[in-house]
């Protein structure tokens, strides 16, 4: 008689992506999924760049590279160019030798590194936003905090639902009453568009309550398409002395969804500092997974280091934006033509691949009786409108809006 299995008593988990699940199983042919985490062309293929696709070629014929592993902290040439491109290669901090970063498995990588090896700087109240400008990535990082094993994990919000606005001024409160030494996790570029001054107040209050700032950047140049001006939120942190914290994903940004590359930069208080740190997350590099992946940062650091490829990608980068304006601007005024009840303003306020429509709970809902599926808080990808289904997403709102009000 056969045993029985060990893994007879493992549980299910349900719901990992019931939005998607509940997608794919729909048969209608009216379909819509507002809630891609890549951006898309107007047939649904992932957005394509084309110095990204060059550059993929070149390597490929390349006689001179082998397979060999990187080193644990990964492709130096990579994590150089990728640290100038959010601190800026005039950085005091890079100019000092107190900023440096490892090569890690996605953005979500650099957070479990970091997380797993923090041993002595040791924090015990991390904040994640909520409802998170990146909703995905901000669920990942819940699980991360919660795995590694933080006890106490607040919410907090710098958008209003209500309102329809960035609510800076909670924000703040929030960070007034966190405990001294908290870990606070900083979304920038940020869809809901803090403004320079209210990022220099959260500076302020960060400074003076001894809080720590881990930064997520998933999207550089993708909220106004602008790579400096993406950046400044960082940039001031840096230039205000903070040490800190900073996950990079290029996911987004190179269209390298399936390579999952990402960069933790550290920036420390000194050199010393610096070099004991990234001792202990090279540690935890080898412990994890031995050595990153090679393809996606060469082109990356390929891309990056050629001025003329650096050139078609930061067109390509301000192609997609005005792309993604374009449909703001279509979804507002279709709203609008077909007398949507409210205001739509805040449709192209925000930044960004994602938004929040301000659609309650009950009209998400509905939403998905019509065979359109977003997230419960309303919000979407814009990256998932196109032509071919602009206008059922606005009939389809204004239905869910008008048979609610």
């Known amino acids: 008689m056969a045993a029985l299995s060990l893994f007879l008593d493992v549980p299910l988990t349900t719901e990992v992506n019931w939005l998607l699940d509940a997608y794919q199983q729909d048969p209608s042919p009216h379909k819509v999924y507002l809630d891609h985490r890549d951006c898309q062309t107007e047939t649904g293929k ?3 760049y084309p110095p990204v696709s060059q550059t993929l070629l070149q390597i490929s014929t390349d006689p001179t590279l082998d397979h060999e592993d990187l080193p644990e902290l990964g492709f130096s040439a990579f994590t150089r160019a990728a640290t100038e491109l959010a601190l ?15 090569h890690t498995i996605g953005g979500t990588g650099a957070v479990r ?85 209210q990022w220099e107040d959260v500076a302020r209050v960060m400074g003076k309550k001894r809080l720590f700032p881990f930064f997520d950047v998933p999207a550089q140049g993708l909220a106004s398409g602008d790579l400096d001006r993406d950046a400044w939120a960082l940039r001031h942190f840096v230039a205000q002395g903070f040490e800190l914290l900073c996950a990079q994903s290029f996911s987004k940004t190179f269209g390298l969804y399936d390579e999952r ?39 990356i650091a390929t891309v990056l280091s050629n001025p003329a490829l650096r050139n078609k990608w930061k067109q390509s980068l301000r192609a997609l934006v005005e792309k993604i304006l ?57 990256c998932s409108i196109n032509a071919h289904n602009l206008d059922y997403v606005a009939r389809s709102i204004h239905e869910a809006v008008c048979g609610s009000v």
């Open 46 to 48: 992932a957005w394509d």
């Open 88 to 102: 800026g290669r005039e950085s005091r901090a890079l100019v000092e030798n107190r900023a440096g970063s490892v």
């Open 113 to 197: 590194t970091t997380e797993a090896a923090r041993g002595p700087w040791r924090c015990t109240w991390p904040c994640r936003s909520g409802p998170a400008p990146l909703s995905a990535p901000a669920d990942s990082l819940r699980c991360i905090f919660q795995d590694v094993g933080f006890t106490e994990l607040r919410s907090y919000h710098y958008w209003d639902t209500a309102r329809l606005a960035v609510a800076a001024e909670e924000f703040l409160q929030v960070l007034e009453s966190a405990p001294e030494g908290s870990i606070v996790m900083l979304h920038a570029p940020e869809e809901t568009g803090l403004t320079p001054k």
């Open 261 to 299: 590359v990402g960069n933790l930069i550290v920036v420390a208080r000194d050199s010393g500092s610096l070099v004991r740190i990234c001792s202990q997350l090279q540690e935890q590099v080898r412990a994890t997974w031995a050595s990153p992946t090679s393809l996606g940062a060469r082109v």
């Open 326 to 382: 374009l449909i703001r601007e279509k979804l507002k005024a279709k709203l609008r033509l077909l007398g949507t009840p409210g205001c739509w303003e805040h449709l192209t306020a925000q930044v960004g691949t994602r938004s929040f429509t301000g659609l309650l709970p009950s009209q998400v809902a509905f939403l998905e009786r019509s065979h359109i599926y977003l997230r419960p808080d309303g919000q979407f990808s814009l």
